[in-house]
């Protein structure tokens, strides 16, 4: 046998080292962005490859190949894996820098290596817990990047703050209902497998490279300094992965919340202190007002926007009536609730510096002027009052949360119609008041939407079905249902409240495909495509002829319903303070039009939804016009005995206590 001469393991030792760290400073810029490079970053990368190196160059010293082959076959196979996300991000155009790239590729080799070090100075048996803990770390990594590629495979897209905020405010009803949607469970059984394979052949391989003799005293000492390095180096390349980076900003905007819901509850007992403005406000008209806020619901499937489905019979016939107003291109700023309606229901919006935190909204300034503020709400109460939209809610006279279960039972819910009860409990007598009504309306799934009474589609029962056409006919029975829903609402307005004006508006829209939704990292305009409409009694055009006038003129202007606070303010009449005209849509003051509104927290332009702002928007807009003016000399005033209300079988309308501030003392 031939004797290897005394440099030939420092060799190897070279090659273990400088090979891999080659081609890993290559990865990096191959998957990294221009400008990104960072000189730590390497210098991490690199001592993790002399690690590696160093016992490399250990197992072939002491004759241990299969050590040294196990040891190669695992990092090769961590190394795969952290490449996921850096070839992810070329597929979404998600920029990393160097530094994100090698914080991908060593964090799954910084916890191999951490658990090794671990290993070697623990005694005999005991040496097993660090082979435990390595196999339970290493498939938590796994199981992320399981996700990072499940999650492309539904959205195209790589995980960002917008699925991680989605996670944060939705409860276990609605998770289960998007796993029953879009993940079928043969795929979850089989990530699970995998994952039980690959930790077994994890474990059974790690056990040449975990058991080893024990070390001298003196290299005790450095191997428990070289343990504590390397947790402190793994720690640095967790921080710098994607998945912390998403995480902080993830954090950092629902701190921003939760410092809102603070404002908002300390400021119960904060008023405006310049007497002469709140004289100004409450010398504001008297007004019944009821703001209705609908769930994804797009305009691009409702049939008194043009689609060809009969699914809105009620509001294609207010359409046509003179006390209603339909607006054909609102947008929602963002694709998720809580984005949206802390901007729609406060002063901020995309277009200001504001912060939240200081941001007047709709029920502050309502109540500041005088107005009795109610609010109804079929949202999950566990969620509700753990987000913003709660904490502006909170702050209401009269509160009426519904729908109390979901959140700690998935299968207790309520249709929408059970809100009904809860406006006939406003007084109507009081002409000083602004209700606000908040709708479950089409969240998926579309199927628990709407009574059996409300099945229409498919038409042809028998007929063989597409994923994709069950989910569009699930919606649309849905839309169809939320529009009796509000033909119920506006029954009350007019017959009940003698309203004097009412503004329906959908928070965002949905893209209704297989695997439907309104994911941001999804985004289609058919996302924040909206309904917005309102209705005004005859008094109130009697008394507001220029503003009612204004309004009929920009029935075509596109906007966003961010700017929902100024214009509700300004229809309202609560102009002294805390108002922008500019915002305001039937302001003569506003300023905006469709080369500078946008969406999607100003990241996505609305004038390039050519679809509907494109070249044939002026032809779509006056065939919507002729529409609607056919409709009004055919029909005119809707005829409220015409109305029938519908029996839904089986449902017991939730009977709940009014929880408002009024109800405290």
């Known amino acids: 046998m031939k004797k290897e001469s005394p440099g030939h393991w420092k060799r190897w030792w070279a090659i273990a080292t400088l090979v891999p760290f080659c081609l890993a400073f290559f990865l990096s810029w191959y998957f990294g962005a221009p ?45 795969l894996l952290s490449l996921i996300v850096p070839y992810l991000a070329s597929q979404t155009d998600v920029l990393l820098d160097m530094s994100d790239v090698s914080g991908e590729l060593s964090t799954p080799l910084y916890l191999f290596v951490s658990c090794l070090s671990a290993a070697w100075i623990l005694p005999g048996k005991a040496r097993m817990i660090a082979r435990i803990a390595c196999v339970i770390l290493i498939i938590l990594y796994i199981l992320i990047q399981f996700t990072y590629i499940g999650y492309y495979f ?22 289960m209902e998007y796993i029953e949607v879009n993940i079928p469970y043969a795929e979850i059984i089989a990530g699970v497998l995998a994952l ?49 980076h998403v995480y902080y900003e993830t954090y950092e905007t629902l701190a921003s919340f939760a410092d809102f819901q603070k404002m908002v509850n300390a400021r119960r007992h904060m008023h405006i202190q310049d007497d002469n403005i709140v004289r100004q406000l409450k010398s504001a008209p008297d007004g019944v007002y009821v703001l209705v806020i609908g769930e994804s619901l797009t305009r691009d499937h409702m049939n008194v926007y043009g689609y060809p489905r009969a699914t809105t019979p009620f509001q294609t016939a207010a359409s046509g009536d003179p006390h209603y107003l339909f607006f054909n291109h ?90 009904i009860p809860y406006l006939e409990k406003v007084d109507p007598d009081n002409r000083r008041q602004l209700i606000v009504v908040h709708l479950m309306g089409s969240h998926v799934s579309y199927w628990d939407r709407y009574p059996s009474e409300f099945y229409h589609w498919p038409e042809n029962a028998g007929k063989t079905r597409s994923t994709a056409e069950i989910m569009n006919d699930e919606y649309d029975n849905s839309v169809l249902f939320n529009d009796y829903v509000m033909e119920n609402i506006m029954n009350e307005a007019e017959n009940h409240l003698h309203a004097d004006g009412v503004l329906y508006f959908s928070d965002h829209g949905e893209q209704v495909t297989e695997r439907p939704g309104h994911n941001a990292d999804q985004f289609d305009y058919t996302m924040v495509h909206i309904p917005f409409w309102i209705y005004l009694s005859d008094s109130y055009k009697a008394s507001h002829p220029v503003e009612v006038r204004t309004m009929a003129e920009r029935r075509n202007m596109p906007f966003s319903n961010d ?82 209300q519908v029996n839904i079988a089986g449902q017991s309308v939730p009977e709940v206590e009014n929880s408002g501030i009024s109800q405290e003392s």
């Open 563 to 644: 700017m929902l606070y100024d214009t509700f303010m300004g229809m309202m009449g609560l102009t002294a303070a805390h108002y922008d005209p500019t915002a305001d849509i039937f302001s003569s003051r506003f300023d905006k039009d469709v080369t500078t509104l946008m969406t999607m927290y100003g990241n996505v332009m609305i004038r390039n939804d050519v679809e509907q702002l494109g070249p044939d928007q002026q032809y779509m807009d006056d065939q919507w016009n002729r529409q609607i003016q056919d409709r009004t000399l055919s029909s005119g005033n809707f005829d409220w005995n015409s109305f029938h």
């Open 35 to 79: 400008g990104g490079y960072e000189l730590f970053s390497q210098v991490k990368v690199f001592l993790l490859f002399l690690q590696v190196g160093f016992v490399t160059a250990y197992f072939i010293r002491h004759h241990l190949k299969k050590a040294a082959v196990h040891l190669w076959l695992t990092i090769a196979f961590l190394w």
């Open 330 to 419: 609102a947008y929602s700023c963002y694709t998720q609730t809580v984005q949206v309606l802390t901007e729609a229901l406060t002063e901020k919006n995309q277009y200001n510096d504001m912060s939240l935190a200081q941001a007047y909204s709709i029920i502050d300034l309502a109540r500041e002027a005088g107005f009795r503020t109610t609010w109804i709400s079929n949202q999950s109460r566990f969620g509700v009052w753990d987000t913003p939209i709660g904490a502006i809610g909170s702050a209401c006279d009269d509160q009426y949360w519904i729908n109390s279960y979901v959140g700690t039972d998935v299968v207790t819910k309520d249709y929408d119609t059970a809100l």
């Open 196 to 244: 039980l394979i690959l930790g077994c052949l994890i474990f059974k391989a790690s056990r040449f490279s975990f058991n080893r003799e024990q070390v001298s005293r003196k290299s005790w000492f450095a191997m428990l300094i070289l343990f504590f390095a390397n947790v402190g180096l793994c720690a640095l390349s967790i921080g710098g992965t994607r998945l912390a």
């Open 154 to 175: 539904i959205t195209h897209s790589l995980i960002s703050i917008n699925m991680l905020l989605a996670l944060a405010q939705t409860n276990l009803a609605e998770t």
